[in-house]
């Protein structure tokens, strides 16, 4: 039996639950380290007139202080835009941004030094919303436009109409390891950085353009981090460049660890939105034509938010088939933290807004919303076209759908939940279907690319260093059973390295759910490469074909012959056979025309089903999720183990995000939601007494996957849209069905007695 497919434990499971696994924090540090931190911004809006930083210098500890002045090449960690000041000023941009940093003897001093700086700021008047700054044209890029058809007409021919307003909230990534960076200062003007990053090349071109050097003089290593969900693709460049500054300055290394409150007040969430829509439809609910405004808040500055928002219009249409649609969408500057990639990458904002459309025809209609779901689902040969022109060819929501359906007995528990609410006026129950349609690759096609490169030392032993990085998800035990299925060997066999761009150069973020995709296939092309080379050799020596000779057990059949693979590989090393080798795989058949906005993004697609069944108590808000049911598509797993935690993780993530995740910005532009003491995230205890999670059997990937499996990063976090709109179908049982249920996420206790109030004519106090 293979290695690939076995639910086999996390590589570093062992080091994780004994504490031996060492993250950036954890790092030996040489002696004469210093420990820098962020000086930041007061204000959301203001012009730096004069800064003072001679109470800094002189504080306990202080080696030196660090401002835009110090910087020899490029002010800026922008990755698109070079819109990202590292140090700021004159103009001051968001509460919190940082102005310069500080080099101490202890973390302590530092952050006690920064408190001392002497400032004269004017301010200046700032936006802080979606609305302010759609009023005021303020945007950090251009405005996109995808229409497809002729919505104006459909709407107009349309036998019923509806309007309404989709809104949902930011999230903080809230990794349980903060941003965290360290510079070592070389030889010859070499420096090694040690950074808990996604993207480790983007963070060794940030600092090679600060400091003015060539990229060779930068070398980024990552072993691990203690998660990510995107908050560590672009913002670590801010931390390492910081760091490498002063590194560069005091000769010295350098230690940049933010605390929490720092972390959540300096780097950016998920992007909030808003839409505005009006659809047209038909007596049975079928779509025929629909307009929708997308608005986001990006923050001060461009970071990612050109690609989220463009993905969110990809992803409007999730699961289902809009002939005449057109989406516009605006990219809104405001002075508030720059907001960044999250797991999903503006996917799942994009889907709340169709999922609302389709629950409110629903109700309109008095219909069961699964009823009008399944209607206006994507086809097979027919209404299986994309608004972006991509045709879905790889379709199993049907399959998806009946299989939960009937699973979960969604129809009879349907009865049950109006029986309940029919009897018991105070707690309310609701139940939801919801799929999930998502596009797999980079929206950046240069970016589906990967390296790798596989050493087998003269004993067998095998080492695979990837581009990709590991989070916690599971990357490089997948990669470790990849490469040891090829050779045969048990993936004890096979050891893994830490992400280092010495050793695999340019590499992608491991981000857009590809990092089994892209990196497992250059692994696999490396590991191919070489046992090409060892049956060459063994056909030479043993006089037998190509086809004679087999891997498995730990052990190399040739012809009649069987020698252990470490003997394999003693005798080819003796014989001057080349033990390492690189691999490469750029992701075929996409491709995209931005201006255009049409083309194929995505070499497939991940589709996935949930039905979650909630508790509402009408007297404080509170909701509890009763049970939920998923059936989700992997594809040929690579690992069910790690692919089914993926699932649970994403669910409850997304969960959070849409129930108690609520990021709350002062008037002032203070981020009053700056610690876990404020902000509130699910726990284990949010989790249904009752959960049936399993993955759909016997659809291998239709397209040429690694193993033909299926991503299973990003789509299980849209699952939760079930929870969301269980707790709107709660509220509307609340009301006399005359009323759509008008709730945002998340769905906090405030906003479910706020919707419930709405729905039954009543005044908001």
């Known amino acids: 039996m293979g290695a690939v497919g076995q639910p086999l434990r996390h590589e570093a499971a062992h080091l994780h639950v004994s504490g031996r696994a060492l993250y950036v924090d954890d790092l030996p540090l040489p002696a004469n380290t210093l420990h820098a931190a962020f000086g930041g911004s007061p204000v959301a809006h203001g012009r730096l007139r004069t800064l003072d930083l001679a109470p800094v210098l002189a504080s306990d500890g202080v080696v030196a202080v660090a401002t835009a002045a110090d910087i020899a090449g490029h002010n800026n960690y922008g990755g698109i835009v070079p819109d990202d000041p590292v140090f700021a000023g004159p103009l001051l941009n968001h509460v919190g941004q940082p102005m310069f940093a500080v080099a101490a003897t202890s973390h302590r001093a530092a952050r006690r030094a920064v408190q001392q700086f002497r400032a004269d700021i004017e301010p200046l008047p700032a936006i802080l919303d979606i609305r302010a700054a759609l009023a005021a044209d303020s945007y950090v890029i251009p405005s996109q436009n995808l229409r497809r058809g002729e919505p104006d007409r459909a709407l107009a021919d349309a036998p019923r109409r509806l309007a309404g307003t989709m809104v949902c909230g930011g999230q903080d990534h809230l990794y349980l390891e903060g941003q965290i960076a360290i510079a070592i200062p070389g030889e010859d003007g070499q420096l090694l950085i040690h950074c808990s990053t996604q993207h480790p090349t983007e963070v060794q071109h940030v600092v090679a353009e600060v400091l003015a050097r060539p990229m060779q003089d930068i070398t980024v290593q990552c072993r691990r981090m203690g998660g990510g969900f995107g908050g560590k693709e672009s913002q670590p460049a801010l931390l390492a460049a910081a760091a490498a500054v002063l590194a560069v300055k005091t000769g010295r290394p350098v230690k940049l660890r933010l605390d929490r409150d720092a972390d959540m007040q300096i780097t950016g969430k998920r992007h909030d939105f808003l839409a505005d829509y009006e659809v047209g439809f038909d007596d049975e609910g079928r779509i025929l034509g629909l307009k929708v405004m997308l608005a986001s808040r990006c923050g001060h500055s461009a970071d990612l938010s050109g690609p989220v928002n463009d993905r969110a219009m990809c992803h409007v249409d999730n699961a289902y088939f809009l002939e005449h649609v057109e989406i516009v969408s605006h990219r809104c500057r405001t002075h508030t933290v720059s907001n960044t990639a999250f797991r999903g990458f503006g996917g799942p904002q994009g889907m709340l807004v169709i999922e609302q459309v389709i629950d409110d025809i629903a109700r309109s209609l008095q219909r069961d919303p699964l009823t009008v779901r399944r209607r206006n689902y994507y086809g097979l040969a027919r209404r299986n076209l994309t608004p972006y022109g ?182 080819a090393y003796l014989a001057r056979v080349q033990l390492s080798a690189t691999g490469y795989y750029r992701t075929p058949k996409i491709h995209w025309d931005r201006a255009a906005f049409r083309g194929r993004p995505f070499f497939y697609f991940g589709y996935g089903v949930s039905v979650s069944e909630v508790a509402v108590d009408t007297l404080s808000g509170e909701t509890r999720l009763l049970r939920v049911d998923v059936l989700h598509d992997v594809g040929q797993s690579l690992n069910p183990a790690l692919d089914r935690g993926q699932i649970e993780g994403g669910y409850l993530q997304g969960y959070g995000w849409l129930t108690c995740e609520e990021l709350v910005f002062g008037g002032d532009g203070q981020l009053q939601t700056h610690a876990p003491s404020t902000y509130k995230i699910p726990t284990a205890r949010d989790w249904p007494a009752e959960a049936h999670i399993a993955l759909l059997q016997h659809e291998p990937n239709r397209e040429d996957s690694i193993h033909r499996s299926k991503a299973v990063g990003e789509p299980p976090l849209m699952l939760a849209f079930s929870a969301l709109h269980a707790i709107r179908d709660a509220v509307a049982a609340c009301g006399d069905g005359h009323r759509l249920p008008q709730l945002p996420a998340p769905a906090t206790p405030e906003a479910v007695l706020r919707a419930i109030a709405a729905i039954r004519g009543e005044a908001w106090p």
Not at 522 to 540: D, F, G, M, N, S
Request: with cysteine; hydrophobic share 45%.
């Open 390 to 571: 991509m045709t879905v060819t790889d379709n199993v929501l049907d399959t998806l759908t009946d299989q939960l359906e009937a699973s979960s007995g969604y129809r009879a528990r349907r009865r049950a939940v109006a029986a309940w609410n029919a009897a018991n006026p105070v707690i309310k129950r609701g139940l939801a279907l919801t799929p999930v349609k998502f596009g797999i690759s980079f929206n950046a096609t240069f970016y589906n690319q990967a390296g790798a490169l596989l050493q087998i030392y003269k004993d067998g032993s095998v080492v695979i260093h990837h581009g990709g990085t590991e989070m916690g998800q599971g990357l490089h035990t997948k990669i470790i059973q990849i490469v040891a299925d090829e050779f045969g060997l048990p993936p004890a066999a096979v050891r893994i390295t830490a992400t280092d761009t010495a050793k695999v150069p340019n590499t992608s973020a491991t981000a857009a759910s590809s990092g089994a995709d892209l990196n497992g296939k250059a692994a696999q092309a490396a590991a191919r490469t070489l046992r090409a080379r060892l049956i060459a050799w063994a056909c030479t020596a043993f006089g037998v074909s190509a086809d004679a000779v087999r891997f498995g057990g730990g052990e190399v059949a040739i012809g009649e012959h069987r020698l252990g693979f470490a003997e394999l590989v003693q005798r």
